[in-house]
C-alpha cells in the first residue's frame, strides 16, 4: 500500500495521485523478471569474485533490491532520462542496459572496463545510456543529479533526472541544498530513497528522527510518496506517477522505497546489527524475484520456463566473469589519463 505525503499547510496545492500497481502484460512481466534475476546472478558472481581476491577495493551488493532499479528504470528512455546513484550501482547499470561484460570487466579492474578499470564499482559512467556514476561520497550525488535536472529543464529536451540515496545519505545536508534548489526552479528531478533500513550498519529508526523517509521534502513544499520496494510492480506505477508529475513541470517529486539487502553493506561488512533470522524472513515473505515468479505461474508460465530462463542468465553472467577474467589490466600510461583536462 502507498502512501501519499502533500506538504501541509499549503492550502489547495495539487498532489499526485496514489500510484496504482502497474498493469503489466505478460511479456513485460518476463522482462522485469528477466531483469532482476540478471542483477541477482551477476551480484552473486560479483560476490564470488570479490571473495577470490579477482575484485578489489569496495565492493557494495544490490542483492535484495531488484525490484527498485528494475521497476523505475523500466520507465525510461535509455539515453534522454538521466540516472545517477551512489556506490551501490551494478544493479541500476543493468537495469539500464549496459553489458554485463563491460561493468564486470570494471570491477575487476581491466582495460575494458566501462571506465577503463580505473573506477572500479564506485564510479561507472556511460553518457550514452545518460547514467552519471556511481559515486562514493555519501549524498553527493544529490546535488549532481539536480544539476541534470537543470540540464534537461534549460536544453527543454523532454528528460528527467532520476536520482537515487540512500536512508543514511537521507540526513546528508547537501541533499537539502538540492531539495530546495529543485523546487524553486521546478527542476524535473525524480528523487529516490533506496530505504534498505540499515544505512551502513544502524537502523534507520536509531538513527532519524523523522524515520518515515518520504516525508522529507515537505519543508520544501515537494510531495513524497511511499512504495513497496519489493513489488516490481508497485514500483512501476510509482514511476509512472512520478515521471507525469516531473514532466508536467510541477518540479520535483521524493520516493521512498521501502527495501531491503540480504548481505551487509559491503562485502566487507559481517551485518553482525541484525540476525540471520530476521534477514531470512524477509526472503521467505517479500523477496522480488520469488513474487513475480508466483505471479508470472498465474499467468500460465511454468516452473520449467522460469528455470530455463534462469539458466541463460547464468550463462551471460559466467560469461562475462570469463571476459573480464581474459581481458587485460590497463597500461600503466593510463595512470595519467583523465587527469587534467590540460597541460600545466
Not at 559512467?125 to 556514476?133: A, D, P, R
Request: charged share 25%.
Amino acid at each position: 500500500m502507498s502512501k501519499v505525503s502533500t506538504p501541509a499547510g499549503i492550502g489547495n496545492r495539487e498532489r499526485p495521485d496514489e500510484p496504482k500497481a502497474y498493469a503489466a502484460s505478460k511479456e513485460e512481466m518476463l522482462e522485469f523478471y528477466r531483469q532482476m534475476l540478471l542483477i541477482r546472478r551477476f551480484e552473486e558472481k560479483a560476490g564470488q569474485l570479490y571473495g577470490l581476491g579477482l575484485i578489489g577495493g569496495f565492493c557494495h551488493l544490490y542483492i535484495g533490491q531488484e525490484a527498485v532499479a528494475v521497476g523505475l528504470q523500466s520507465a525510461l528512455t535509455v539515453g534522454r532520462d538521466s540516472v545517477v546513484t551512489g556506490y551501490r550501482d551494478h544493479g541500476h547499470m543493468l537495469a539500464y542496459g549496459i553489458d554485463p561484460n563491460v561493468i564486470m570487466a570494471e570491477l575487476t579492474g581491466r582495460a575494458a572496463g566501462i571506465s577503463k578499470g580505473k573506477g572500479g564499482s564506485m564510479h561507472m559512467f556511460s553518457v550514452e545510456h545518460g547514467f552519471y556514476g556511481g559515486h562514493g561520497i555519501v549524498g553527493a550525488q544529490v546535488s549532481i543529479g539536480a544539476g541534470l535536472g537543470f540540464k534537461h529543464k534549460y536544453a527543454e529536451d523532454g528528460g528527467l533526472a532520476l536520482v537515487y540515496f540512500g536512508d543514511g545519505a537521507a540526513n546528508q545536508g547537501q541533499v537539502y541544498e538540492s531539495f530546495n534548489m529543485a523546487e524553486l526552479w521546478k527542476l524535473p528531478v525524480i528523487f529516490v530513497i533506496e530505504n534498505n533500513q540499515y544505512a551502513m550498519g544502524t537502523s534507520v529508526n536509531r538513527a532519524s528522527a523523522e524515520d518515515q523517509l518520504y516525508r522529507r521534502g515537505e519543508s520544501f513544499r515537494i510531495p513524497g510518496i511511499q512504495v513497496d520496494g519489493m513489488d516490481v510492480l508497485a514500483v512501476r506505477g510509482a514511476a509512472e506517477e512520478a515521471k507525469a508529475w516531473v514532466q508536467a513541470g510541477k518540479g520535483p517529486i521524493l520516493l521512498e522505497l521501502k527495501t531491503y539487502r540480504y548481505r551487509g553493506h559491503s562485502m566487507s561488512d559481517p551485518a553482525k546489527y541484525r540476525s540471520r533470522e530476521e534477514v531470512q524472513s524477509v526472503r521467505d515473505k517479500s523477496d522480488p524475484i520469488d513474487h513475480l515468479a508466483k505471479l508470472l505461474e498465474g499467468e500460465g508460465v511454468s516452473a520449467d520456463e522460469l528455470k530455463a530462463l534462469d539458466k541463460d542468465i547464468r550463462k551471460i553472467v559466467a560469461d562475462s566473469a570469463a571476459f573480464a577474467e581474459e581481458s587485460p589490466e590497463p597500461d600503466l600510461s593510463e595512470l595519467y589519463t583523465n587527469v587534467l583536462v590540460d597541460t600545466y
